[in-house]
């Protein structure tokens, strides 16, 4: 089957740095989406990356690594609004986005 | 404000209630989707719309009944649903119907089903 994980929740202080780690089985890959998605709103798009390495984007950034089925999104100088529920999905073979749970963000002051 | 608009955006019904969802994108997409989201589980695609056509039913019960009556609007007519229904209903649009596009989504619709 396939199947992606992800943490459930995570908490971290404001001004600091935390990595939220994705970890994938699927069949093939075509690419993987994060979005943010704060309580009681849409999911927003964050990235996609389809290569290996990294891509910064302001304060966050996402790295992949298709050998490892492994992606992390890394959100650096942490803002009360960053939190939200993260949420990693990815492109299968046959162009079907296949979605994580979501990992719920709790920024502490 | 994403340029997709859901309404209403909290509904509270019955068993034997009949309602309807609305979605509404301003993006010219070709693609629509409606997803269920429940607590601490995976988005869950219910239906696919690309250029008005019906493309994809992910075995979800005769009781959600998608319209899609041009590429700007999507319904999800309710009837008979069940408590377990209870969830976050989330419309979505992409450009085309390939998953690797992105996907703008509204605001959501919050079903609860007593």
């Known amino acids: 089957g396939q199947n992606i994980d992800q943490p459930t929740e995570m908490t971290a202080t404001e001004g600091a740095i935390v990595q939220i780690n994705c970890t994938y089985q699927?069949?093939?890959?075509?690419?993987l989406f994060w979005y943010q998605q704060h309580a009681g709103e849409a999911p927003t798009f964050l990235s996609y990356?389809?290569l290996d390495g990294l891509e910064e984007k302001g304060r966050f950034s996402s790295f992949l690594s298709r050998s490892k089925g492994y992606s992390y999104l890394l959100l650096k100088e942490l803002q009360m609004k960053d939190s939200a529920s993260y949420l990693c999905?990815?492109?299968?073979?046959?162009?079907?986005?296949?979605w994580g749970a979501g990992t719920k963000l709790i920024i502490k002051p | 404000e994403t340029g997709v608009t859901q309404t209403p955006r909290h509904l509270v019904m019955g068993m034997t209630n009949k309602k309807s969802l609305k979605c509404e994108q301003h993006?010219?997409?070709?693609?629509m989707y409606w997803y269920k989201q429940s607590a601490k589980k995976p988005l869950e695609l219910m239906f696919v719309?690309?250029?008005?056509?019906?493309?994809e039913n992910n075995s979800v019960p005769s009781r959600f009944s998608p319209e899609c009556p041009n590429s700007s609007h999507l319904f999800l007519h309710l009837h008979t649903l069940q408590p377990e229904d209870s969830a976050l209903y989330l419309c979505?649009?992409?450009?085309?119907?390939?998953?690797?596009?992105?996907?703008?989504f509204g605001p959501g619709t919050r079903l609860l089903v007593l």
């Open positions: 990356n389809v």
């Open positions: 999905a990815v492109v299968d073979s046959n162009y079907q986005l296949i």
């Open positions: 699927t069949s093939g890959f075509n690419g």
């Open positions: 719309y690309s250029l008005e056509e019906r493309v």
């Open positions: 993006l010219g997409h070709n693609a």
């Open positions: 979505a649009s992409s450009q085309d119907r390939t998953g690797a596009e992105t996907q703008y």
